[in-house]
């Protein structure tokens, strides 16, 4: 019933709208005044003057037609750079860039097919439930849409998340905990030709640090990365100062503190070796989320799938997304495949048949509800 032209026409509309992060009112607009086209009460939150936005999350309701539970499907609506000025084409039912950009899949993918569901089930006035969309803001960089949703608007104790990449029916049930580690670095600036020795080189401090830390793969649940550093002046100057940034994730919080714990000695015992002042922050960003096998949310998703004649697979994820905040607060939430590939990059793409599959999915779930 999923109308392939339909789908794919939207979704090239929806991707050539600029919509980086910060920067997602327009397209909020356009995809708030399409789910109020097909007939679902739509508010914008105040989110975006907390985070910096230049608009808020958008959220949806649509009432049921049967008398069960409400379900929530949500994605986000912005997008990576470099993600604007998108050019989609199409070669061989696979949806590309131009080369120049991302795609967007990320997440407009999971909006297109939340749409297209929605519209399949007035068409055919398929019996539903009520259903609840959350279409977020900044979710890249920080998850800062869904930490500031205005929760009281959701009545959903159940929740889909459109936003991971894989085989539709894939379904991640495991997040991780992230912290976020940033240390500053203060040496002594000295000339680096005529008196070397009376600098302190917070660049070597660093590398003195970070040379003595457990990074990357820690085990099968804890990663840890040095992302930047920034900072020096010129080649003859001793460097004076750097900012180091890094984070530490795990799916036990156990381990993430020991870790982040681990990263934060390492700076602070270089620093004492070599007399430099060093200053660690550190910020859990979010938390981690795991939902039981058995769990309703997860017997939806499989029985959708297995409507579909689709094979599911649990999955734990190394990265992290709303689904992580809306655990937090309450809705028990999984994250489910939709076939994104290579995002965050200019190879990302899409295929055609994903993308049909993925709004045959959400239509499932919502006809599954009992």
């Given amino acids: 019933m999923i109308n392939k032209e339909?789908?794919?026409?939207?979704?090239?509309k929806y991707v050539q709208i600029d919509s980086p992060t910060q920067k997602e009112g327009k397209f909020?607009?356009?995809?708030?005044?399409?789910?109020?086209?097909?007939?679902?009460?739509?508010y914008i939150d105040g989110a975006g003057e907390k985070v910096g936005s230049d608009t808020?999350?958008?959220?949806?309701?649509?009432?049921?037609?049967?008398?069960?539970?409400?379900?929530?499907?949500?994605?986000?609506?912005?997008?990576?750079?470099?993600?604007?000025?998108?050019?989609?084409?199409?070669?061989?039912?696979?949806?590309?860039?131009?080369?120049?950009?991302?795609?967007?899949?990320?997440?407009?993918?999971?909006?297109a097919a939340i749409l297209e569901a929605i519209k399949v089930i007035k068409e055919n006035n398929i019996e539903h439930g009520p259903i609840e969309i959350v279409f977020s803001i900044y979710e890249e960089g920080g998850l800062f849409g869904a930490k500031n949703l205005e929760y009281d608007k959701i009545a959903s104790k159940l929740a889909f998340v459109l936003d991971s990449g894989g085989d539709i029916g894939e379904i991640v049930?495991?997040?991780?905990?992230?912290?976020?580690?940033?240390?500053?670095?203060?040496?002594?600036?000295?000339?680096?030709?005529?008196?070397?020795?009376e600098g302190i080189s917070a660049i070597q401090v660093a590398a003195s640090a970070i040379s003595k830390m457990n990074l990357l793969r820690i085990d099968e649940e804890t990663t840890a990365n040095i992302g930047m550093i920034n900072g020096g002046k010129a080649t003859?100057?001793?460097?004076?100062?750097?900012?180091v940034n890094a984070e530490a994730r795990s799916l036990n919080s156990k381990k993430l503190d020991k870790q982040t714990a681990h990263m934060v000695q390492c700076f602070e015992e270089a620093a004492r070796e070599y007399g430099a002042k060093v200053e660690v922050t550190t910020e859990r960003m979010y938390g981690p989320f795991?939902?039981?096998?058995?769990?309703?949310?997860?017997?939806?998703?499989?029985?959708?799938?297995?409507?579909?004649?689709?094979?599911?697979?649990?999955?734990?994820?190394?990265?992290?997304?709303?689904?992580?905040?809306?655990?937090?607060n309450g809705i028990k939430a999984v994250?489910?495949?939709?076939?994104?590939?290579?995002?965050?990059?200019?190879?990302?793409?899409?295929?055609?048949?994903?993308?049909?599959?993925?709004?045959n999915l959400v239509m499932e779930i919502i006809k599954a509800v009992e």
């Fill in 236 to 243: 003859n100057i001793v460097c004076p100062e750097i900012i």
């Fill in 56 to 111: 808020g999350n958008v959220i949806a309701k649509l009432k049921g037609t049967k008398n069960v539970q409400p379900i929530l499907f949500s994605c986000h609506m912005d997008t990576v750079s470099p993600g604007e000025g998108i050019k989609p084409i199409i070669k061989d039912n696979v949806i590309y860039s131009d080369g120049t950009t991302i795609l967007g899949g990320d997440d407009k993918a999971g909006i």
């Fill in 290 to 328: 795991i939902v039981a096998e058995d769990d309703e949310v997860v017997k939806l998703a499989k029985k959708a799938c297995s409507n579909m004649g689709v094979t599911t697979s649990l999955k734990a994820t190394g990265g992290g997304s709303d689904t992580n905040i809306l655990n937090g």
């Fill in 173 to 197: 049930i495991k997040g991780p905990a992230q912290d976020k580690i940033d240390a500053k670095i203060i040496g002594k600036p000295a000339h680096a030709g005529v008196a070397p020795e």
């Fill in 6 to 12: 339909r789908i794919t026409n939207e979704f090239l």
């Fill in 28 to 42: 909020a607009k356009f995809i708030s005044e399409e789910l109020t086209k097909l007939g679902l009460e739509v």
């Fill in 335 to 359: 994250n489910l495949a939709i076939g994104e590939r290579k995002p965050h990059t200019l190879e990302e793409h899409l295929r055609i048949e994903d993308l049909v599959k993925s709004a």
